[in-house]
């Protein structure tokens, strides 16, 4: 999604990009990271545009700065969508990615969609995540040939990062607004709110829209510590391998047994392998193929 479609006349000429996010935060819908870039000849015209940190707008006047700057010739924008399901995929797969590498990901995606359409930046200005300087050194190994500068606050210092701001802030909205839910139950509301933690109307939907077995609808980042409140009570789920020959629970401990982590229960793959690498729980090659012990022909 963005102004990517067409080249713009001035993409040859020297250019300037602004990255900022929205969404980092909340435990609902997208984290949407955005760019916008120009000529660096219209970096004092666009100090003038009344672009601003989008925190510091209302809702009314971002949706009239954004129709603005989608309309201005002289501007370009970009923008990623980043799902809740893969938010939460890559943060509890095996090898896990962080939030804030997804939001470096983002970034240079971004940089580099808008070098692939011909577009000549020389200077690249972004809102941090984490370290300013390690995060500045890991975008100018990645692209040599551009200027970074990576500050706090930089969606207030730079108005072309004020200028991506906007764009994150008014995509997400829209995004969360026109959110078009997997699931078809008849019982899910919309009324969730800003998606925030404490948000109290974001709270009382989370707590009307569990399930003890299938976690939340997937606008849930199931992967937030938010989530795991709400599972306390959440059913018991017992492994395979963790019966003994007669079908009995081998956890000697007495205590209940996993809650998968990624739908709000915490998972026993660590104790099933343990028994497995002792010898005392069957392979789960053996399992899966439903082989049995022969004891003679």
Known sequence: MGSEATLPEWASEPCIMGIDEAGRGPVL???????LYCPLSYKKTLATLSFADSKTLKEEKREELFEALKANDSIGWAV??????????????????????????????????VLKIGVLLTEVYIDTVGDPGKYEAKMSK?????????AKKADSLYPVVSGASIAAKVTRDRAVREWVLDETADNIQRNFGSGYPGDPATKS??????????GFPTLVRFSWGTCSTYFKSGAEVLWESDLDEDGNGNNSNGKRQLKLNNMGFTSSKKRSEEIESSGKGRSRFFQARKLEHLTHF
Do not use: Q, T
Not at 29 to 35: L, S
Not at 205 to 214: Q, V
């Open 205 to 214: 939907w989370l707590e009307n829209h569990k399930h003890s077995i299938f």
């Open 142 to 150: 990645n692209f040599p040939s551009i200027k970074f500068v990576v």
């Open 29 to 35: 819908g997208p984290m949407v990271y955005a760019c």
């Open 80 to 113: 990623d969508v980043i799902d809740p399901k893969e938010l939460s995929a890559k943060m509890l797969k095996k090898n896990k990615i962080n939030l804030n590498e997804i939001s470096h990901d983002s970034a240079m995606g971004l940089v580099d969609r």
